[in-house]
């Protein structure tokens, strides 16, 4: 492993002077020790370890030759102010995806955005915003990434009922290159207190393209989430051919067994305590279920209302026009794993890219993103968020008086019983 530039610089404070006093041959020995030490090019090492430490004088001004200080840059910036005032608001509408998936999708997304009237740009800054590398637009917005900068717990409870009957798939096993075998999920929004009940959304995600659909259910009943899988997958854009769930009571039940056999569904199920077993479903647990609604407390249906509006604009929001990676190949090199991934490409563009997908689909599907507005999107998907966070402080209130209420009775109370013992019996 190569040495970094701090200590490359150190390597050159430390050799200079003894290269400064050395005789020509000497110093010939040194450098080359210097140059197979740091990876410098024999011309720039030398030019380093001859001036480190030498005055030179501009006018008035003295100036002293350090190896150990990184020599500052004077030209200008390639991307001006516009360009990262205009990625920012690309980024914010895109919601705060990574470098990668934002390059990808730039080329796609400005026209639609400057469609919709979301953005104006100069062709400069347009072309520059073309241009721009995915490691260049992580630099540009890291501060940005900070200010943006929640660990669940799991409430899976283990359904024996029709187990042995249900086959075990493994991450390992799964590999389907055809749209339609998806693995499902229950998300808890307990809000850390796992008594009486609360909503729950159910999290479908398709493992060949990464479509991703969700609902939210009253509680973890599975007449709730028996409905709610069924009125998903009238939603998806190509035929429902397999499920994958983990072994919760919600899933592992007859009805949902039944209901697979009739309509000629594979069923089968993840190894208990392994999650990796479903890890496209538990990867869209967070990115798209928790990222989104957070981990707050929702147990009424005036929640459970909103949180199904917000997920009908999520999945508009996700599905066409958010980025996904999916993992092509990995290698183990001693201690290090290596990960070879697809390029970014939405769900939407996966799904029309498949061959198993009807004409008819594609076509539906292509008439729904002519109409869609990603930025309009993200506006309804953050209203609804902050109206959840409403309807979340306006219980701790209700919660909190309730509470008030209840000691001041207390108090009042012990006050009577206080002043009865003052005054002593009552004469009849």
């Known amino acids: 492993m190569g040495l970094t530039m701090k200590e490359k610089r150190s390597v050159a404070a430390e050799m200079a002077a003894g290269y400064q006093r050395a005789r020509k041959k000497e110093k010939g020995v040194i450098l080359a020790q210097f140059v197979e030490l740091t990876g410098y090019v024999r011309r720039y090492g030398a030019r380093l370890l001859r001036e480190h430490g030498k005055k030179s004088r501009v006018g008035a001004t003295t100036i002293i030759g350090d190896a150990t200080k ?3 840059r004077n030209r200008q910036p390639v991307y001006d102010s516009q360009v990262v005032e205009a990625l920012r608001k690309i980024w914010m509408i895109m919601d705060c995806i990574c470098g990668k998936r934002l390059k990808a999708a730039l080329d796609e997304l400005i026209p639609v955005l400057k469609r919709n009237m979301e953005i104006q740009l100069d062709p400069a ?3 520059k915003l073309r241009a721009i ?13 900070k200010k943006q900068a929640l660990k669940g717990r ?10 042995h009957q249900i086959k075990i798939r493994t991450f390992s096993e799964w590999n389907e290159q055809k749209p339609g075998f998806v693995e499902i999920d229950l998300v808890g929004h307990d809000g850390g207190d796992a008594s009486r009940e609360f909503c729950q959304s159910l999290d479908v995600t398709d493992v060949c393209t990464t479509w991703t659909e969700t609902r939210a259910v009253q509680n973890k009943a599975q007449v709730w989430v028996f409905k709610a899988l069924t ?10 051919l397999g499920i994958d769930s983990d072994n919760g009571s919600e899933f592992i039940n007859n009805e949902l067994y039944r209901y697979c056999i009739q309509e000629q569904i594979t069923f089968t199920r993840a190894r208990p305590t392994r999650k990796n077993d479903s890890c496209f479903v538990e990867e869209k647990n967070y990115s798209v279920v928790r990222r989104n609604v957070g981990y707050r407390r929702y147990d009424t249906p005036q929640e459970q209302e909103v949180l199904n509006e917000l997920y009908d604009y999520l999945r508009l929001y ?9 993992l092509v190949s990995k290698e183990r090199i001693g201690s290090q794993v290596k990960k070879v991934y697809d390029k970014p490409t939405t769900p939407y563009k996966r799904v029309l890219a498949s061959p198993d997908v009807k004409k008819s689909d594609k076509t ?9 507005n990603p930025a309009e999107l993200k506006r309804n998907i953050t209203r609804l968020q902050e109206r959840l966070l409403r309807i979340g402080v306006m219980k701790e209130q209700q919660k909190s008086n309730k509470h008030l209420g209840r000691s001041r009775n207390a108090h009042r109370s012990s006050r009577a019983r206080l002043e009865s013992r003052r005054q002593g019996p009552v004469a009849k």
Not at 133 to 145: E, H, V
Not at 318 to 326: A, D, E, I, R, W
Request: avoid cysteine.
């Open 125 to 127: 800054t347009e072309e």
């Open 318 to 326: 996700t599905n066409y026009f958010l980025p996904t990676m999916k």
């Open 231 to 240: 009125d998903i997958r009238k939603s998806l854009p190509f035929q429902l």
């Open 70 to 72: 990184k020599p500052v």
């Open 364 to 372: 539906y599907i292509r008439k729904i993103y002519d109409t869609l």
């Open 154 to 163: 799991s409430g899976t409870k283990p359904g024996s009922l029709l187990k």
């Open 133 to 145: 590398s995915a490691s260049t637009i992580d630099r540009l917005l890291a501060n940005d990434r």
